[in-house]
């Protein structure tokens, strides 16, 4: 007779073999796609230590995975390593709903007043972040966030995708990604050029654009926590002005998968994105 042990054994190994034929179809996919927010990253070296953060550094989840598979050693072919996600202290259960997953043709028409000032607020699921939005020098990019809250295009999206090394942001707006399942290639339907990138940098506070390359910006975008060394490739085109410590707490609880590129611990869900003039 199996004994619970074995079973338990050899549950674990079938969903090893599958997550690994997942990975393998995703990785022929990857060929024909372009990859989110680092295609043309340029080498950063980690202050004090050494290591390299190549072209590439963000690719698309599974790369990273496949990358560490080959560069670790495995513990047991039939005992493999699960993540699991833990609690993280002020982060509740998301609202009830899904994406709407919505999609347009073309960018939305200029509604933006260049001279006005214009706020955007995230309400997760681990707290309140505010924005101020740069209408002046991102006019087009606050445009189509403005016209995307409205849409409610970003309500119940997951922030997918958290940087803890050399490079420290929090990544959200992707309809198609999901707590576990890898993402970072979902976006609105239309893409539209990069703005305000001459002398761009990228403080802590800053709200800026993902991308998979020139003119390739989407519905994506990062908050960056900490400071970050990053090409001026990514536009800006606001601030965080309030609860920037939650996406902190946010950094501070790590990546699922417990390396510096992954997911969040925390099963950061945006309940609701608002934007408003004024």
């Avoid at 990975?23 to 990857?30: G, L, P, Q, V």
Wanted: aromatic fraction near 6%.
């Amino acid at each position: 007779m199996v004994s619970s042990e074995q079973r338990r054994r050899q549950l674990a190994r079938e969903k090893y073999e599958r997550q690994a034929e997942r990975r393998a179809s995703a990785a022929t996919a990857r060929k024909r796609r372009n990859t989110v927010l680092g295609a043309s990253l340029a080498v950063v070296v980690l202050a004090g230590g050494g290591t390299l953060f190549a072209t590439g550094a963000f690719d698309s989840d599974d790369d990273k995975k496949n990358t560490a598979a080959q560069a670790a050693p495995t513990q047991s072919q039939t005992e493999p390593s699960v993540p699991t996600r833990k609690p993280v202290e002020g982060c509740g259960e998301p609202a009830a709903g899904s994406p709407n997953g919505k999609q347009w043709q073309a960018e939305p028409a200029m509604t933006v007043d260049t001279a006005a000032a214009y706020t955007a607020t995230l309400d997760t699921n681990c707290g309140k972040v505010t924005l101020s939005l740069d209408a002046a020098k991102a006019p087009h990019t606050v445009n189509s966030f403005a016209f995307l809250a409205g849409e409610k295009y970003f309500d119940h999206t997951k922030c997918h995708r958290l940087t803890t090394g050399g490079i420290f942001v929090l990544q959200c707006g992707d309809p198609t990604a999901s707590s576990t399942a890898p993402g970072g290639t979902g976006g609105p339907g239309y893409k539209f050029a990069d703005e305000n990138l001459t002398g761009a940098t990228y403080p802590a506070g800053t709200l800026a654009m993902a991308n998979a390359g020139p003119g390739t910006n989407g519905s994506q975008f990062f908050l960056v926590y900490k400071d970050t060394q990053l090409p001026p490739s990514y536009t800006p085109f606001g601030r965080i002005t309030g609860g920037l410590d939650v996406v902190q707490k946010i950094a501070a609880a790590g990546t699922l998968e417990g390396g510096g590129d992954g997911h969040p611990m925390a099963d950061v869900t945006l309940n609701s994105v608002t934007a408003a003039k004024g």
